[in-house]
């Protein structure tokens, strides 16, 4: 993908980058940054004073990464305590695979595309000693931004390269760029030396030129895994591009509507906040001429001719408040439909505070559980895949003998909705004919919040307690 002569980004992904960078900006509340056509319709005086925006598209991101992996998923690989569950809950607690997911899913919902990297490597790479930080597998989230798919001819959906390129600035105003090419059972590094071509306003430079190749020693590496060690996530795709699909683009024109609408209505409050007032002829002081003396522009302040029919009064412009806010209503209830958020969801609409069961509220709920189970499906695929990747790279690269056999894991992933235990214990009690479905230790254990050895004590004085009142009961029956 990459030679000499090449423009770097590849132009037919200038728009996916560009994307990404200005969605992020709308999900951490930069919307001037984005919405910059707002010069046009505000006069310049309203733009110096104030530009007011709600940030959804952050709320938006942040709900579809909660109801995701707000409560941490569960990987199963054989029995409890088998080898092959052992090693599956090693790679993810070894790699804080948990955060790693909450974050990726935060990113995919505003870019539409997520990656993980696996690799043999030492966490710090290198910095430390290896017997203090040794060689294990590494997985990472791998910036999108820097991510550039090579697809197979005729099938724009079967990705069969994975190239990592980073641009990085050395002195003297030169750049290189690094290219790490993932291939299945190979990964093949190149340097190129780049002119910068373009910049924005902010002096980032987000054009160059390729003009040199540095050689590389080592530039082919074996894995030993017969995949490449990058996986691709989408949001959601279509069936003819690898591409995903955000969140948020379809409803940028919605959010600049609001942002505007919110902008105009400050405007017009702020104007109700210090009207000009109208007297009658005569009441203000006037100069050797007879000439009442007043600025309008300053003092808001002027008289009127008929001082028979006027008072002293301020003088407001409707401004269509209600229609502003009918409109602001609307185009947010708008946003949440298309957006598949409904109220509840929000805290709003009855949110389950008035004794609505859990049940209800799942319902009520179901556009968003329809949203984020479409999204489950794929990040269920990619990690299933991950982890099977990071198994044979340990069996391919490490020294010591492994006593698992790499196994594609089963995920379960939580709903994200709070959990209504009366409701859950009243059909566990009808669908097992009022049988004990629970445990004395668990349950005490799981309602206290217990360690094992706390839960030892805690059964032992129930025990205690429970032989000396049978005892006190014995005594009372035999002296009747």
């Known amino acids: 993908m990459f030679k000499i002569g090449d423009y770097f980004p590849p132009q037919k992904h200038e728009d996916r980058i560009k994307r990404y960078k200005s969605n992020k900006k709308l999900v951490q509340g930069f ?70 997911n909450y974050e990726s899913a935060l990113g995919n919902a505003y870019r539409g595309d997520a990656f993980y990297k696996v690799m043999w490597a030492q966490f710090w790479r290198g910095e430390l000693p290896e017997e203090i930080d040794p060689f294990r597998v590494v997985i990472e989230a791998q910036n999108a931004n820097y991510v550039f798919p090579e697809t197979l001819v005729g099938n724009d959906n079967l990705i069969m390269a994975y190239h990592i390129a980073v641009p990085q600035y050395i002195e003297g105003n030169e750049w290189i760029l690094d290219v790490e090419s993932h291939y299945p059972g190979r990964i093949v590094n190149r340097v190129f030396r780049m002119n910068a071509l373009q910049t924005t306003v902010d002096n980032e430079v987000v054009s160059w030129k390729i003009y040199a190749e540095i050689e590389v020693e080592n ?106 806010f009918r409109e602001i209503e609307k185009v947010i209830d708008l946003i949440l439909t298309a957006a598949e958020m409904p109220p509840v969801s929000l805290g709003k609409d009855n949110s389950g505070t008035s004794g609505a069961s859990g049940l209800s509220i799942k319902w009520r709920m179901s556009s968003l559980l329809s949203k ?39 995920i379960t992933f939580r709903d994200g909705l709070p959990d209504d235990e009366l409701e859950m214990a009243n059909v566990m009690s009808i669908r097992t004919g009022g049988m004990p479905t629970i445990s004395q230790r668990k349950a005490i254990k799981i309602l206290d919040n217990l360690t094992e050895e706390q839960v030892d004590d805690e059964v032992r004085r129930i025990r205690e307690e429970q032989d000396t009142v049978d005892a006190s009961i014995y005594n009372m029956e035999g002296g009747g």
């Open 372 to 410: 984020i189970n479409r999204k489950r499906q794929y990040y269920d695929k990619g990690l299933k895949t991950l982890l099977y990747i990071a198994q044979l790279l340990e069996h391919a690269q490490s020294d010591e003998k492994l006593d698992y056999i790499p196994t594609v894991p089963k």
């Open 219 to 324: 530039g082919v590496i074996e894995t030993g895994v017969p995949y490449p060690l990058v996986v691709h996530i989408p949001n959601f795709s279509y069936d003819d591009s690898w591409e995903g699909q955000d969140d948020l683009t379809e409803h940028i024109s919605l959010f600049d509507e609001l942002n505007n609408r919110l902008s105009q209505l400050a405007v017009i409050l702020d104007k109700h906040a210090d009207p000009a007032i109208a007297v009658p002829v005569g009441t203000i002081e006037e100069d050797e001429q007879g000439n009442p003396i007043f600025h309008v522009g300053r003092t808001k302040v002027f008289e009127v001719q008929d001082k028979n029919d006027i008072i002293p009064e301020y003088i407001t412009w409707d401004g269509q408040l209600d229609a502003n």
């Open 31 to 100: 919307h001037y940054d984005v919405f910059e056509r707002i010069h046009n319709r505000l006069s310049k005086t309203q733009r110096d004073i104030i530009y007011i925006s709600a940030n959804l598209p952050g709320v938006i991101a942040k709900k579809s990464a909660d109801f995701l992996f707000g409560e941490t998923p569960s990987y199963a690989a054989g029995r409890e305590g088998s080898p092959e569950q052992a090693a599956i809950e090693r790679f993810v607690e070894d790699n804080d695979l948990n955060i790693t």
